[in-house]
């Protein structure tokens, strides 16, 4: 299986040495026309702003949505999700492109700033059925988005509850959380919809490798034979 990484910023090395564990080589693609080398498709957590800006000056938005649009497979991670996002709202959303394709709406550094990235246990069923390994995987959220609300189509694979007595809810992006879901309630960090896979969190800055195996499984399972990795940054 052949793996491409679109390494515009930010962690494709960490994504191309997840995939290395699982014996799939990952090739960096920066270029439009690369992006008919391969059959799928990651994007990695990074800074979204950064990351459409330099997707629109490489001219790669329409090869993107037609990636999307043809029903390959796709994963984006963090800023990658809000790449994805049909919708994304948020502090220092400011109008930027997204890819869209995925039925959702997606608050920008919903949990808080930087200073309020966290490492939590997330439950998820369907991976670890799928996986094996643990219920749980050990989620890393730098300031992370969160997924407000889904369309039919999405299927839910791991919520997080949102605890309004943290500090990070001093700040706007909390005060718009608090808007958007009320106290005690839980957000949504991973989704599926048919082919595309999004999470709000870093699995390729983990050592576990399952969400890798699971989208390498879902890439497989379409007929599809190549994965391809949207890389940015994790500043922001
Ligand atoms: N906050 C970043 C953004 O909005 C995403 C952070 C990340 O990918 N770790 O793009």
């Not at 491409?4 to 990952?26: C, P």
């Not at 809000?82 to 400011?94: R, Y």
């Not at 709406?105 to 369907?126: C, M, W, Y």
């Not at 999470?199 to 190549?226: I, Q, V």
Request: hydrophobic fraction near 40%.
């Amino acid at each position: 299986m052949v793996v491409g990484v679109l390494a515009l910023q930010g962690s494709f090395n960490e994504h191309i040495a997840a995939l290395k564990r699982l014996g799939v080589k990952g090739i960096e693609i920066r270029k439009p026309e690369q992006l008919q080398n391969v059959t799928s498709l990651i994007i990695p957590g990074g800074e979204s702003t950064t990351m459409a800006k330099l997707a629109e000056y490489h001219n790669l938005f329409p090869a993107l949505r037609e990636f999307v649009q043809m029903g390959k497979p796709v994963w984006g991670t963090c800023a990658g999700l809000i790449f994805l996002a049909d919708k994304a709202i948020g502090q220092k959303t400011g109008g930027q492109e997204l890819v869209g394709g995925l039925d959702c709406t997606v608050h920008r550094n919903f949990f808080g700033s930087q200073l309020q990235s966290f490492e939590a246990e997330l439950s998820i069923p369907e991976m670890a059925a799928q996986e094996g390994g643990p219920p749980s995987f050990r989620g890393v959220f730098i300031r992370a988005p969160a997924i407000l609300d889904v369309g039919p189509g999405v299927e839910v694979l791991a919520e997080i509850p949102v605890s309004f007595d943290k500090a990070s809810c001093s700040d706007r992006a909390s005060q718009d959380q608090e808007e958007s879901t009320g106290s005690g309630k839980k957000v949504i960090v991973a989704v599926r919809q048919g082919n595309l896979l999004a999470t709000a969190f870093h699995p390729e800055l983990t050592a576990d490798s399952r969400w890798h195996a699971y989208f390498l499984k879902m890439a497989s399972e379409t007929g599809e034979g190549a994965l391809c990795c949207v890389s940015t940054s994790v500043e922001d």
